[in-house]
């Protein structure tokens, strides 16, 4: 799994919401947090800040250091 659906996963659960009471305190869409928690490579960028914003976090774009 990805960081970032880890850590909304984990941060969710802390918080005690469901994914549809999550869905609806963000404004985003069930399905949409669903596929997040589940590390769909392809979801928005604008929509995963909203998710992160709902614990004060943001993503940001940074060079990938070599591995």
Do not use: C, H, W
Not at 26 to 41: A, D, I, P, T
Request: net charge positive; charged share 35%; glycine share 6%.
């Amino acid at each position: 799994m990805n960081p970032i659906a880890e850590f909304i996963k984990k941060s969710r659960k802390e918080a005690n919401l469901t994914q549809k009471e999550f869905a609806m305190r963000s404004g985003l869409g069930l399905r949409f947090v669903r596929e997040l928690e589940q590390g769909k490579e392809t979801v928005r960028m604008d929509k995963v800040n909203i998710a992160l914003n709902m614990f004060g976090m943001e993503a940001s774009y940074s060079r990938k250091e070599n591995e």
